[in-house]
């Protein structure tokens, strides 16, 4: 259940329910594949790229290349949210 809050609290600062979810699920784990993470945040594989790349072009998550396969870490909530949380008040007009 604290999961799901949490999700709502990111979507409330303008991500969408699946970039929420991905980032919740690369805060979990260290060092996701595309396919990792989509399992882990249930989130459909044909979407896990583009939620990637949004989440990247945001600053919120990093691609790393290990042993030839693409993973995915998140940056840490402390340097992440305080961007997306000034992008989500811009938004809002204030």
């Not at 949490?6 to 929420?20: D, H, K």
């Not at 690369?26 to 989130?43: D, I, K, M, T």
Request: proline share 4%; hydrophobic share 50%.
């Amino acid at each position: 259940m604290e999961r799901e809050k949490r999700i709502e609290q990111l979507a409330a600062l303008g991500m969408t329910r699946y970039e929420a979810a991905v980032y919740m699920a690369l805060l979990e784990r260290r060092g996701h594949s595309p396919a990792q993470v989509a399992a882990h945040a249930g989130v459909p594989r044909q979407r896990i790229y583009d939620v990637l790349a949004s989440l990247s072009a945001r600053g919120l998550c990093l691609e790393r290349h290990v042993g030839g396969q693409r993973q995915f870490v998140a940056v840490d909530p402390a340097a992440a949210l305080p961007a997306l949380m000034g992008a989500a008040w811009r938004a809002a007009g204030a």
